[in-house]
Each structure stands twice: as C-alpha cells, then as structure tokens.
C-alpha cells in the first residue's frame, strides 16, 4: 500500500514558516565591509564561561583560519617586495667545472689537437649591475610596495568580514533561544488547555471534539519547538566553527543571554546614509585596498612601458683554468764536455795525435713535463670588464602588447574601486531602510499582539465555557503566536541592521 505524507494544518504551516523566516533573515543578510578591527574587544578565552559577543567576535579574530591565510598572503606580498628591492642590487656569482675529454679533441687552454684523455678545469667569478632598465626596476620596487599595503588592510578586511559574521550567527542564536522560549510557553499552555478540557468533557460541559483540536494543537506547538530547538542548534553550530574551537570547548560552549532594549523603546531610527558613507569611506578597509590597487595598477603601466627605453648593464668578472696536456719546460739538471784540440806532434818525424782538450762550460738539460695546478691558475688568470646596451627595436610587438594588457588591467582596477564604493553605499541604504522598516514593524506587531492577547484571552473564557468549538479557538491561539514570531524577528532585525550601521562609523560591536 502506497504511504501518502499527512499535509500540516495551515495554521501550523504559516507558523513554522513564519519561524524559518526569522531565522533566515539573519542568515541570508549579505555583510557589508566593516570598520576597523582595532574597535574590537580584547581577546577571550574557551574557558565554559559564557561568550558575549564582543569576546566570540575577539576570540574567533584570534583563533579562525581565514585570518590567518590572509595574514599568510600578507607575508608572500611581502617577499615579492623584498625581491623586487633586491634586483636593484648587483648581482655576484662564482663558478666552477672540471671536463673530461678522450680522444682526438681540442684543448680548452691551448686550443691545439690532441689525442688523448685531457682533464681541464674552468674558474670564474662575475658581477653584473643594471645602470638603466627604463625605470622599469624602480617602478617594480614601487607597485611591489603598494601591493603589501594592499594584503595589510586585506587582513583588516578579513577580520571585519568575521567579526561581521560571528555576529550574525550570535544575534540568530539569541534570536532562536527566544523562539524556543516564547514557544515553549505555548506548549505550556496547551498542555494546561488539555488539562481544562478533560475536566470539562468528564462534567459535560464541552464537547470530546475541543479535546481532540486541543491535542493537535499541542502537537502543533511541541513541532513549532523541535523546529526552532534545530535552528538554535545550527546557529549554535555555526558559531562553534566561527570560532574554531576544540571538542572540549564546543561541548561546554554558552553564549550570553544579554537583556536587549526594544525598538520601540527609542525615538524613530533616523540614520543619515549619506554621512555615515562619508565616514565608512575613511575606514573601511575595502576601500583603501581598493584605491592602493589603483596606484598599482598605473604603475604596472609604468613599468610595461619601460620595455621601450634601452638597458644598459655593466659587468666584471675573472676566470682561469687548468689543463692536464699542457705542458711545461723543465731544466733538469746539467752536463759537462770535453771538445778534443787537435794539434799534431812529430815523433822520430813522424805525426803523433796528443790528448789535448777543452772543458765545455756546464749547460742546463731540458725537458717537456705537465704544468703544476698551482702554476697554470697563476698564469692563466685573465680578467673582463663589460658594458651591455640593449636597444629595443622589433620585439614582435610584446612590449605594445604588454603595455595595453597593464592598461586594461589598470583600468579594471579602476572599476573595482567604484564598484567597492558603490556598494558600500548601496549596502548602507539598506541596512539603514531595513533598520527603519523593522523598527516600524515591530512597533506594528506590538500593538497587534496586544489586541490578538485580548482577543485570544476572550476566546480562551468562551472556549472553556462552551461557547467556541476548538477549530476556532486554535486560530486565535495560532494567530497571536504568528504575530509574537512577527514581533520577535522584526526586534532582531532592528538590532542587527542597527549594529552594522553602528559598525560603518567604526563603532565596536557589543550589545
């Protein structure tokens, strides 16, 4: 058998509706860009006492993980400045190898064929300075410090969005807790209806039908419960993780259950949009992003351009080497001669050769070796000095490329800072449309309550006398409950709508 889901009774339907717009409303509620962090309370601690919101706003500032990765993006900006700072410096470098060639080959050194397995090593040291790169170094210098500024107040940015976010979550937890407890009281009272009527039924003096409509309406209620206890629960949930807590923390988290002034307990909220836009605009940290990333984006044009004018780059180095074929003149040791004289002597008149000789001075004997290492980085150390002028001609059109593609660039940058700013206005409007709207209908549902709580009482006294059948009853219960719901959302909203204005002017977030 096909099961077929039981529709809600309307009057149960309406106030659970009813309850999942209120909580909704804070939920969907789009932050603005906020004020600076430096109005925030002091850090707190995850110690089970209860958090009021300025301690959940200052420990979720002090333990969530969006602020820090953008601390983190801080600290890259900042070392892609330190490197632009660095080029600017001469740049120094030594280096080394040693080359095995074999066979018939060409000597490094000498630059003559030989066939054999020659070693040879090569040293040098070189330093190289940019004299002129058409300002594109300084400029890079320029735009790199501009963008560090720009993550800094990111950070600022970052945490406001939190703090922004942490108290909405705490407003729609407060919000749910007064739900919960506003029905809870209308559970109370349909149990002690209950509890009338039987008694009535059992005398005769109301029909079994009031019983039975008082039941579904206990069950309407208890529902109304359950469905504002899941939505404390939520909100609950999402602060927990706002905050980044721990198990041990979670499960002993509380927040403060502060006494909030109702709206209509103050004259008209009459906020001026335009000045408070005057205001935001020297804090909001959105917008001073914006009009740094301006600057940098024009300077990105600068140095796109720079790519017009020539490079001059001076260098010096020096550099010896080593080869194992090179060879050497030695003089090792020396030798001694004799050159023979030849004078003739007669002897009973005939020639007689006599012994007679000359000494030859000592004479040095040489001879080919390999030359010593230490010798041959002696004598062939040789040194350089180099200017370099690069003059752009025809580059395939890469530097015009590259200067437009800054330009747009520049141009969006531009935009986005108008649209920051126009956003920031339009937000402003409406928080402070919004804040106007919920203070005049709570003023609204007030008085409506009032006259639905007579209206209701009225049919309570003819209810338990008989004369209104319980159908009847229960739509005047349901309709005070939807407009207490009404009342309720519209004190929460004036409050929140109220605190984000007051935090465009810079003011701290507490209640």
Avoid: C
């Amino acid at each position: 058998m096909k099961a077929t889901a039981t529709p809600l009774p309307r009057t149960l339907a309406g106030t659970t509706a009813l309850l999942l717009a209120a909580q909704l409303t804070l939920a969907q509620t789009t932050p603005p860009a906020q004020p600076p962090a430096a109005a925030l309370a002091q850090p707190a601690t995850a110690d089970g006492t209860p958090f009021t919101l300025q301690s959940a706003v200052a420990y979720a500032l002090e333990h969530n993980l969006t602020v820090r990765q953008s601390q983190l993006n801080a600290e890259l900006s900042d070392v892609t400045q330190r490197a632009g700072r660095g080029a600017l410096l001469p740049t120094a470098n030594l280096s080394g190898s040693q080359t095995w060639n074999y066979g018939t080959g060409l000597d490094p050194l000498t630059n003559d064929f030989v066939s054999q397995t020659i070693r040879s090593n090569n040293f040098s040291a070189f330093s190289q300075i940019t004299l002129f790169s058409g300002f594109q170094l300084r400029n890079t210098v320029k735009r790199n410090s501009l963008d560090y500024q720009a993550a800094l107040i990111d950070i600022e940015q970052a945490r406001n969005d939190l703090s922004l976010n942490v108290a909405s979550v705490y407003l729609q937890l407060v919000l749910s807790e007064e739900l919960i407890r506003a029905n809870q009281t209308r559970v109370n009272s349909s149990q002690q209806q209950i509890e009338r009527t039987q008694k009535l039924l059992k005398a005769g003096a109301v029909a079994e039908s009031n019983l039975l409509d008082s039941r579904a309406q206990l069950a309407s209620d208890e529902l109304t419960v359950v469905t504002a206890q899941n939505q404390r629960d939520i909100a609950r949930l999402q602060l927990i993780q706002l905050l980044n807590l721990d198990a041990a923390g979670a499960a002993s988290f509380r927040i403060d259950l502060p006494q909030l002034a109702d709206p209509d307990d103050e004259a008209e909220y009459a906020a001026e949009p335009g000045a408070i836009f005057e205001t935001a605009q020297g804090l909001m940290p959105e917008i001073k992003a914006a009009d740094l990333r301006v600057r940098s984006g024009q300077l990105g044009v600068d140095v796109a351009r720079g790519a017009y004018l020539p490079r001059l780059t001076f260098g010096a180095g020096v550099f010896t080497g080593f080869s194992s074929s090179r060879l050497a003149r030695v003089f090792n040791g020396d030798s001694t001669s004799a050159i023979p004289i030849p004078v003739v002597q007669y002897v009973n008149g005939q020639p007689v050769p006599t012994t007679f000789a000359v000494l030859q001075p000592k004479q040095a004997i040489p001879d080919l070796l390999p030359a010593k290492f230490s010798d041959q980085i002696k004598d062939n150390l040789g040194r350089q000095l180099q200017f370099n002028l690069t003059i752009p001609i025809l580059n395939g059109f890469q530097a015009r490329t590259n200067v437009q593609r800054a330009q747009v660039t520049a141009r969006q940058a531009e935009l986005r800072a108008e649209q920051t700013r126009l956003t920031l206005r339009q937000n402003i409007q409406q928080a402070a449309a919004d804040a106007l709207a919920a203070q005049r209908r709570f003023t609204s549902s007030k008085r409506q309550v009032e006259a639905l709580t007579l209206a209701y009482r009225n049919a309570e006294i003819r209810f338990n006398n008989g004369l209104l059948n319980g159908t009847e009853f229960n739509i005047a219960k349901n309709n005070l409950a939807a407009a207490e719901s009404t009342m309720i959302q519209a004190k929460y909203e004036f409050i929140f709508r109220s605190k984000v204005l007051d935090f465009y002017q810079g003011r701290p977030l507490a209640l």
